[in-house]
């Protein structure tokens, strides 16, 4: 089946970085848009960042932008999440997942296969 596997998560002190990779499997990621999502603890799933089919197209919340870099390398059938100047709001189960078509948007409804996630947890 269909599988996207998170990696690169950790536990870090604030200000410093760390990227995340999502390695798709049994999916040809190439033709669709991707993105990332978090949840901390308590809270509802939220949207940090998608990208279109090609890379083109970027879009990032509020809180991340500016900080945060998401890419794609369609040849290994990767997405990644490059995360600076990381905050302990920043903390959280970061979740990659496949859109339903070429355009990501803000909505998870949006998008159809998902990872288990990978946990990042940013100190002061």
């Known amino acids: 089946q269909v599988q996207l596997l998170e990696s690169g998560g950790g536990l870090v002190q604030a200000g410093d970085s760390l990227r995340l990779s999502c390695a798709a499997s049994?999916?040809?990621?190439?033709?669709?848009?991707m993105g990332w999502f978090r949840q901390a603890p308590g809270k509802v799933r939220e949207f940090v960042a998608h990208?279109?089919?090609?890379?083109?197209?970027?879009h990032y919340a509020d809180s991340v932008k500016g900080r945060f870099t998401i890419s794609r390398d369609n040849a290994k059938n990767t997405v990644y999440l490059q995360m600076n100047s990381l905050k302990p709001e920043d903390t959280a189960t970061y979740y990659c997942?496949?859109?339903?078509?070429?355009?990501?948007?803000?909505?998870?409804?949006?998008?159809?296969?998902w990872g288990q996630g990978t946990q990042v947890t940013v100190s002061l």
């Open positions: 049994k999916l040809t990621i190439k033709t669709f848009a």
């Open positions: 990208i279109n089919d090609n890379g083109g197209l970027t």
């Open positions: 997942a496949s859109s339903r078509g070429a355009y990501g948007t803000p909505s998870d409804q949006s998008y159809r296969y």
